[in-house]
């Protein structure tokens, strides 16, 4: 097998462990679901009537930050409890793999919220184009790829809960104008230009910074 | 190869004034050690005198603050027990060692893993969640994760704790299998249950 297959298969093999992980605890994605649809059920009562659709769309993005935030701060959980991630630590595969693998896993939970938390947002307060759909898609990606580093380094610290918030949110900023930007302002595509790019750069930054992460 | 280069290709483990600190506070201080290949050291001393920061060193899951550390190999050929197993608690047991036997490129992952559990005692239990298993099941468990990609280095923390009379004896023939072949670095509280087999002792004050 080449080296890239192998990195595949590595990245296939640890995402379908926290997939199956969740499945079989299920203490992260039903809490995702009911904190977004509770968010926006919340909002809709909370919003005058009358209100632009610009300020729903704002309130959708918190929503979903504060959502893949739940998400995130579960996600290096399992790797915790009974030393894990020190498991991984010392195998001999690439060790960025690991973080490939933890992204996609919750950007998979994150995309299930989503399939919820967009029709409840169509509903309640404005249809949802392609172009805000592929908004969310993309901001989701960066979302997963910074927060699974964040959340690995937030792991590592005692005061896990208060410092993964303030990395996460102020990186996160970016990624909350060019979805908002993508959804309501009529330039959409040159929002997803710049979330496109965002997703370049820190996906590469993360990728190449993961081991000094979780190595001492 | 000159006398200098053919010492050093037998050599597996060379610390030498190894010094650790976490903050101000210092956990291991001037340590030199040398383990040749096929050697077996055993590691002692008191609590809080280092012996897991100093394997946790040789590891690499941590970095010395001073001195050198070299260790010949790369992570395929390490095994490492710690105080923790370092399994997935709600896997279960054949989970857990396909995942690593995968990580670490283990052809035949799925036999070594059934002969592993077996000669454990967990194969009655290989599909039973980690976390529903007692201490000592738990650290057989390690054990099988630690010995599933056949490692030319071993290095065990306490590798006796929580195992029962039947656990112990089942490690005791393991170690005496694998010495001589396998590089072994070993802490422990009970010197004398490894005591036929040491090649080197390490006491940390």
Redesign the interface.
């Known amino acids: 097998m080449s080296a890239l297959t192998?990195y595949a298969?590595?990245v296939v093999?640890?995402a379908r462990?926290d997939l199956?992980?969740e499945l079989?605890?299920r203490d992260t994605l039903p809490a995702m679901l009911l904190f977004v649809l509770s968010t926006l059920v919340v909002f809709h009562f909370a919003l005058p009537t009358g209100t632009a659709d610009d300020a729903a769309f704002g309130l959708l993005w918190i929503a979903l930050v504060f959502t893949a935030l739940l998400g995130l701060a579960r996600a290096w959980a399992?790797e915790r409890?009974?030393?894990?991630l020190?498991?991984?630590?010392?195998?001999?595969?690439d060790r960025s793999a690991i973080w490939l693998g933890k992204t996609l896993a919750v950007l998979v939970f994150l995309t299930a919220a989503e399939l919820v938390a967009l029709p409840a947002f169509a509903l309640f307060f404005a249809p949802v184009d392609l172009v805000a759909v592929a908004g969310v898609v993309l901001a989701s990606i960066g979302i997963c790829a910074v927060g699974s580093l964040l959340a690995a380094m937030a792991a590592a610290s005692r005061g896990r809960e208060v410092i993964l918030p303030l990395l996460f949110l102020p990186l996160a900023i970016p990624l909350v104008v060019g979805g908002v930007g993508a959804g309501i302002s009529p330039q959409g595509a040159s929002y997803l230009t710049f979330l496109g790019l965002y997703d370049l750069v820190f996906a590469i930054l993360a990728w190449a910074t993961f081991e000094y992460v979780i190595?001492? | 190869m000159t006398g200098v280069a053919t010492a050093a290709a037998r050599l597996v483990v060379r610390g030498e004034s190894l010094e650790k600190r976490y903050g101000r506070k210092r956990v291991l201080r001037g340590v030199s050690f040398v383990v040749p290949r096929g050697g077996f050291l055993v590691v002692t001393g008191a609590n809080g005198a280092g012996k897991t920061t100093l394997l946790r060193l040789v590891?690499?899951?941590?970095?010395p603050t001073r001195g050198v550390l070299e260790v010949w190999g790369?992570?395929?050929d390490?095994g490492?027990v710690?105080?923790?197993?370092?399994?997935?608690?709600?896997?279960t047991a054949l989970?857990n060692l396909e995942?690593?036997g995968?990580?670490?490129?283990v052809a035949d992952r799925r036999e070594r893993s059934g002969m592993l559990l077996e000669r454990f005692g967990l194969w009655d239990a290989r599909s039973d969640?980690?976390s529903t298993y007692s201490r000592g099941m738990?650290q057989r468990l390690a054990l099988c994760?630690a010995l599933l990609h056949d490692p030319a280095l071993l290095v065990l923390d306490e590798p006796f704790t929580a195992l029962d009379e039947d656990g112990a004896g089942v490690l005791d023939t393991e170690l005496a299998a694998l010495a001589g072949e396998c590089t072994v670095i070993l802490s422990t509280h009970d010197p004398a249950r490894v005591d036929a087999l040491a090649t080197d002792r390490l006491v940390l004050a």
């Not at chain 1, 409890?81 to 894990?84: D, Q, W």
């Not at chain 2, 590891?59 to 970095?63: E, I, P, Y």
């Open positions: 192998l298969s590595d093999a640890l462990k199956r992980l079989r605890a399992p409890e009974g030393g894990a020190d498991g991984l630590v010392l195998a001999p595969c190595t001492e | 590891a690499g899951l941590a970095a790369d992570r395929r390490l490492f710690g105080h923790e197993p370092l399994v997935y608690q709600e896997l989970e995942l690593f995968r990580l670490y490129r969640r980690v738990v994760r």
